[in-house]
């Protein structure tokens, strides 16, 4: 029995080395994959970060040519909205007049919608000072409605956040005229256009 003994001990201390080695390999690998699934992880994040970089220097771009194919699409249905009229004394000195103007809004985006809603004393207040600061003559003709059509979707576009450079002054001289016309366009303004559905001075 002890002759047999002899004999097994030997393979038991080969199989001891075997199990050894193969931990050890097994180790070298998962630190291996390991080491590669961190390398991964590192790139994916890198190739992200360029991603969102990019997307935020061409973000605004694609969403005005969004807005531009959408303006420009047959199909597309623009979102309007309609505000209560307002009633205002204009600023003639020499007589008391007051003007009746009805207001709808477009929207460049449907989403603004919502917001317009939940700043409308803000908006409210800034049309009406933009009419109180408008004689009946500035208003009667096209162009006096055009200007105040763009006035007052700065104004609206303001009390939404947008930050709108001031207007230049309609005296500007021709020296500075070439000047004005040589700096960036603002920004996209959330509303696209300004209509009047009624438009009452006396």
Known sequence: MSAAAAEAAPPKKGNKKLIIIIAAVLAVVLLGGGAALVMMK????AEEA???EAEGEDGDQAKTKSHKAAKNDPKAVP???????FTVNLADRESERYAQVGITL????????AQIKSFMPVIRNNILLALADSTATDLMGREGKARLATRIQHETSRALGVDVPEAAPDDATA???PKKRKKKSGPDLPIA???F??????
């Open 42 to 45: 590192k790139s994916a994040a």
């Open 50 to 52: 360029a991603a969102a």
């Open 79 to 85: 979102t309007f909205v309609p505000l209560d009229p």
């Open 106 to 113: 477009e929207l460049a985006d449907p989403a603004v919608e």
């Open 175 to 177: 020296e500075e005229a």
């Open 193 to 195: 256009a300004v209509h």
């Open 197 to 202: 559905s009624n438009f009452i001075i006396q």
